[in-house]
């Protein structure tokens, strides 16, 4: 690849991660949750390879009857906690959580640090390798035991701002068996982006989000409204599912912006099987949602030849979700994707 090519993707990388976000002992400290095989759990970590004082949070789901030797460990994209991953009401019928557990799948849906229940600390202190090395850290724990089961098999699953996250622990830490990418690519669009970016605002001066976060720190960050215009393909969205998405927002974090460019060449590190699906109308990560990127998501094939250049060392797969915009989980076909999603996790 050229140089002229890898600093455009960089470019377009540093702007779309800037309007996205421009917007120990954890058994121990788990409080049960609403479901019998499911509990919140607190995984303590350090920020700077000091002592383990902060702590991610999750919601860890495990079958009852038997949990398996494999777990995915999924993260949230920017202005959204776990919950994305167990999207509440509506039957279940958005909920990845809800759908792995039924295939008998184990699953730990993360707050990132400095999102929703996770330590919050400066907002500039959160950087993509801060994010990077303390999902690494949960990883560890889940590999270790230290979750009450010893994983022999660990999948890392991303959306959106959070597989940025995913690809660069991949690529640093080489601790999963499988990486899965949604909701992302190397090429977004400028109209997309913009669609974002005239949303941000600081999170103290948004009613859903000024309480959640450190007080008078403005480098936590909201985009309230921005869900609708650029989250979603109309003709496949229910308008009550946008709504109270947008009713769920969180705040993300500025400290990322600085550093989060390091992301792209952990990429071509990453020797793991690894499959990325984007919906064909994403219009900030696919041409076909008409946002200016320069991702083809026509369908697999095409997929595959734009971000084959960048996983040289892994066993890629492609997947479109036909009509579906950015987030994946709340599209009225979701369903075809968390089929798809399993079938691939289980085959690794």
Same mark, same amino acid.
Request: aromatic letters at 8%; hydrophobic letters at 40%.
């Given at each position: 690849?050229?140089?002229?090519?890898?600093?455009?993707?960089?470019?377009?990388?540093?702007?779309?991660?800037?309007?996205?976000?421009?917007?120990?002992?954890?058994?121990?400290?788990?409080?049960?949750?609403?479901?019998?095989?499911?509990?919140?759990?607190?995984?303590?970590?350090?920020?700077?390879?000091?002592?383990?004082?902060?702590?991610?949070?999750?919601?860890?789901?495990?079958?009852?009857?038997?949990?398996?030797?494999?777990?995915?460990?999924?993260?949230?994209?920017?202005?959204?906690?776990?919950?994305?991953?167990?999207?509440?009401?509506?039957?279940?019928?958005?909920?990845? @959580?809800?759908? %792995?557990? /039924?295939? =008998?799948?184990?699953?730990?849906?993360? &707050?990132? !640090?400095?999102?929703?229940?996770? #330590?919050?600390?400066?907002?500039?202190?959160?950087?993509?390798?801060?994010?990077?090395?303390?999902?690494?850290? @949960?990883?560890? %724990?889940? /590999?270790? =035991?230290?979750?009450?089961?010893?994983? &022999?098999? !660990?999948?890392?699953?991303?959306? #959106?701002?959070?597989?940025?996250?995913?690809?660069?622990?991949?690529?640093?830490?080489?601790?999963?068996?499988?990486?899965?990418?949604?909701?992302?690519?190397?090429?977004?669009?400028?109209?997309?982006?913009?669609?974002?970016?005239?949303?941000?605002?600081?999170?103290?001066?948004?009613?859903?989000?000024?309480?959640?976060?450190?007080?008078?720190?403005?480098?936590?960050?909201?985009?309230?409204?921005?869900?609708?215009?650029?989250?979603?393909?109309?003709?496949?969205?229910?308008?009550?599912?946008?709504?109270?998405?947008?009713?769920?927002?969180?705040?993300?974090?500025?400290?990322?912006?600085?550093?989060?460019?390091?992301?792209?060449?952990?990429?071509?590190?990453?020797?793991?099987?690894?499959?990325?699906?984007?919906?064909?109308?994403?219009?900030?990560?696919?041409?076909?949602?008409?946002?200016?990127?320069?991702?083809?998501?026509?369908?697999?094939?095409?997929?595959?030849?734009?971000?084959?250049?960048?996983?040289?060392?892994?066993?890629?797969?492609?997947?479109?979700?036909?009509?579906?915009?950015?987030?994946?989980?709340?599209?009225?076909?979701?369903?075809?994707?968390?089929?798809?999603?399993?079938?691939?996790?289980?085959?690794?």
């Amino acid at each position: 690849m050229s140089l002229v090519r890898i600093s455009r993707t960089l470019t377009c990388v540093v702007a779309a991660v800037t309007a996205a976000i421009t917007l120990g002992a954890p058994v121990a400290d788990a409080a049960p949750a609403t479901l019998n095989n499911c509990t919140d759990i607190s995984v303590p970590v350090s920020l700077d390879g000091g002592p383990r004082t902060s702590h991610i949070a999750g919601r860890y789901c495990v079958p009852t009857a038997d949990p398996g030797t494999a777990l995915q460990v999924l993260v949230p994209g920017a202005t959204y906690d776990h919950s994305y991953w167990d999207f509440p009401g509506f039957g279940d019928r958005y909920s990845y @959580v809800r759908h %792995a557990s /039924r295939a =008998g799948t184990a699953t730990l849906a993360i &707050d990132p !640090i400095g999102v929703g229940e996770s #330590s919050k600390p400066p907002g500039w202190q959160v950087s993509a390798t801060t994010a990077a090395s303390t999902l690494h850290q @949960v990883i560890t %724990a889940a /590999r270790n =035991g230290r979750l009450g089961h010893r994983w &022999d098999k !660990i999948v890392l699953v991303g959306h #959106s701002f959070g597989s940025l996250t995913a690809m660069q622990e991949v690529g640093t830490y080489h601790d999963v068996d499988g990486l899965l990418v949604s909701g992302a690519s190397h090429a977004p669009g400028p109209g997309g982006i913009l669609q974002i970016q005239t949303s941000v605002r600081p999170a103290l001066h948004d009613p859903r989000t000024a309480r959640s976060v450190p007080a008078g720190d403005y480098t936590y960050l909201s985009v309230p409204g921005a869900r609708a215009r650029a989250f979603y393909a109309p003709r496949d969205s229910d308008p009550a599912v946008v709504a109270a998405d947008e009713a769920s927002r969180v705040a993300g974090t500025i400290g990322v912006l600085a550093t989060i460019p390091v992301f792209i060449p952990t990429t071509f590190e990453i020797d793991v099987p690894v499959l990325v699906a984007n919906g064909r109308a994403d219009n900030v990560f696919c041409a076909q949602g008409g946002g200016g990127s320069l991702t083809d998501c026509t369908d697999a094939r095409t997929l595959y030849r734009s971000e084959r250049p960048f996983f040289p060392e892994a066993d890629l797969s492609t997947y479109v979700l036909p009509a579906a915009g950015h987030s994946m989980n709340l599209a009225l076909n979701n369903q075809e994707f968390f089929e798809r999603a399993q079938r691939w996790a289980s085959a690794i």
